[in-house]
């Protein structure tokens, strides 16, 4: 059992303590009381895989297509940058995939997700194949992930006519770790805001954002986002990096003071409402408040990208079945195991080797965000994972901070329990860090209710 002891403020400034087990998800005040009444929910443990317990798939709900990983941008911190590629695809081999697709399937799946480096260098593959899957799974939602710096009018009016929903990639003013930005083209952001005049209005394209060392501020982001496509942008992803290999530790936080600092921004513009375009916040506020409520327990958590999961997987296009969409066959995970991990053609046969169960790690089950983390990346490990576990709680722990405000109108400044001391101070209050920003706990404008 994780039992947390969590110091917080009242309104009135008077100081108070609750208890939480990030276990049980249990949550009550000093006295015992529970915060809330919790009406306990059904769950299923989640499958701990590992490399002694592979992962399986079954009946696929979510089918992630890798079309490769070639990609027109460099970005600095690419979870792909440095990924081995595996043999390209080409239009020759939409028939072959979809037959062993088609075999491999028992059921339609519900999502459809197309993937590169930036899908649309594969244009002359995608656009058959899309439209291949299109008859096959007329009821199946399709999405794209692009940078958006090779759309144009018949890929606008071809991804608006095959219903697709559609994630456009940019940091706002942190896009220089990207590259070039596409809006700064006259061409490609004429395109750009063509799709989406097309799309927005029908609630079918986001603009996803991620957060790094030199792109900190939600509030920011969103602010320039808001400039160029309006006030209702939606701002998808959210979250702060992984990293992946040496661009992307770069791009991590090098200081405590560096820590403390974001932890304290991000609480406090959740609490002014400047990042509220971000449906990150929401998400992670009301999943960890319905995680009380229905007294979820740990061993129902899988990993934060699902792609643990039995029902959610990722393909290229020669049948190969990947550890996820990120990687490839010719890939090799840091725990030493392939992330080719089976083939359609025997899909009980797949084993997933490459990834590690947050209870298999040393920290996670005694770590209070673990209800908001879910454990990080799943194949990361060494120093990567070490850096990315690291930017994982001052990501989450402002979401923990904010969702318990919610529930019980105090706002945490303090964890004790059994878990790592330069992460109890949750915003540098208590025993200060060296050079940490002057913030104050409780921010001066709280969000209304």
């Known amino acids: 059992m994780a039992l947390f002891k969590i110091?917080?403020?009242?309104?009135?400034?008077?100081?108070?303590?609750?208890?939480?087990?990030?276990?049980?998800?249990?949550?009550?005040?000093?006295?015992?009381?529970?915060?809330?009444?919790?009406?306990?929910?059904?769950?299923?443990?989640?499958?701990a895989v590992a490399v002694d317990q592979p992962g399986r798939k079954g009946v696929i709900r979510t089918l992630k297509v890798s079309l490769g990983l070639s990609c027109n941008y460099e970005c600095s911190y690419c979870s792909q940058r440095f990924v081995p590629h595996a043999e390209s695809s080409n239009p020759d081999d939409i028939e072959p995939f979809v037959a062993q697709l088609t075999d491999a399937l028992i059921e339609p799946p519900e999502r459809i997700e197309f993937w590169g480096g930036e899908p649309f260098v594969y244009w002359k593959t995608l656009k058959p194949l899309a439209e291949r899957l299109r008859q096959l799974y007329p009821q199946a939602s399709f999405l794209i992930i692009t940078n958006g710096s090779l759309l144009d009018a018949e890929k606008?009016?071809?991804?608006?006519?095959?219903?697709?929903?559609?994630?456009?990639?940019?940091?706002?003013?942190?896009?220089?770790?990207r590259g070039a930005d596409p809006l700064d083209d006259p061409e490609k952001r004429a395109a750009?805001?063509?799709?989406?005049?097309?799309?927005?209005?029908?609630?079918?394209?986001?603009?996803?954002?991620?957060?790094?060392?030199?792109?900190?501020?939600?509030?920011?982001?969103?602010a320039w986002l808001q400039e160029r496509f309006g006030q209702d942008v939606r701002i998808g992803e959210g979250s702060f990096i992984d990293p992946y290999d040496d661009g992307g530790l770069a791009s991590t936080f090098q200081t405590p003071a560096d820590h403390i600092g974001f932890r304290a921004t991000a609480y406090k513009e959740l609490r002014l409402g400047t990042a509220a375009s971000?449906?990150?916040?929401?998400?992670?506020?009301?999943?960890?408040?319905?995680?009380?409520r229905t007294a979820r327990p740990a061993s129902a958590l899988g990993q934060k990208c699902g792609m643990d999961k039995a029902d959610n997987i990722a393909v290229d296009l020669h049948g190969n079945v990947l550890t996820c969409q990120n990687v490839s066959a010719a890939a090799t995970a840091p725990n030493g195991q392939s992330h080719g991990i089976g083939h359609l053609s025997n899909l009980q046969a797949v084993k997933m080797r490459t990834a590690t169960h947050w209870s298999k790690r040393k920290d996670c089950a005694s770590c209070p965000v673990l209800q908001l983390c879910k454990g990080s990346c799943m194949f990361l490990d060494g120093k990567l994972w070490d850096a990315g576990c690291d930017a994982a709680y001052s990501d989450n722990v402002p979401f923990?901070?904010?969702?318990?405000?919610?529930?019980?109108?105090c706002?945490?400044?303090?964890?004790?329990?059994?878990?790592?001391?330069?992460?109890?101070?949750?915003?540098?209050?208590?025993?200060?860090?060296?050079?940490?920003?002057?913030?104050?706990?409780?921010?001066i404008q709280p969000v209304a209710a």
């Open 278 to 292: 971000f449906s990150i916040g929401q998400q992670k506020i009301m999943d960890f408040v319905q995680s009380i």
């Open 156 to 177: 606008n009016e071809w991804l608006d006519r095959m219903g697709f929903g559609v994630g456009l990639s940019h940091d706002g003013p942190g896009y220089h770790a």
């Open 7 to 47: 110091h917080a403020l009242r309104s009135d400034g008077q100081k108070v303590s609750l208890h939480y087990d990030n276990q049980s998800s249990s949550l009550t005040w000093q006295d015992g009381e529970s915060v809330v009444e919790a009406k306990p929910g059904s769950f299923r443990d989640a499958a």
């Open 400 to 409: 923990l901070a904010a969702a318990i405000e919610y529930l019980t109108g």
């Open 411 to 443: 706002i945490p400044f303090y964890i004790e329990g059994d878990f790592r001391e330069d992460r109890k101070d949750i915003f540098g209050q208590v025993h200060g860090v060296p050079d940490a920003p002057k913030t104050r706990v409780i921010p």
């Open 192 to 222: 750009i805001m063509d799709l989406y005049a097309r799309l927005h209005p029908q609630g079918r394209i986001s603009v996803n954002a991620m957060l790094h060392a030199d792109n900190r501020s939600r509030a920011h982001v969103q």
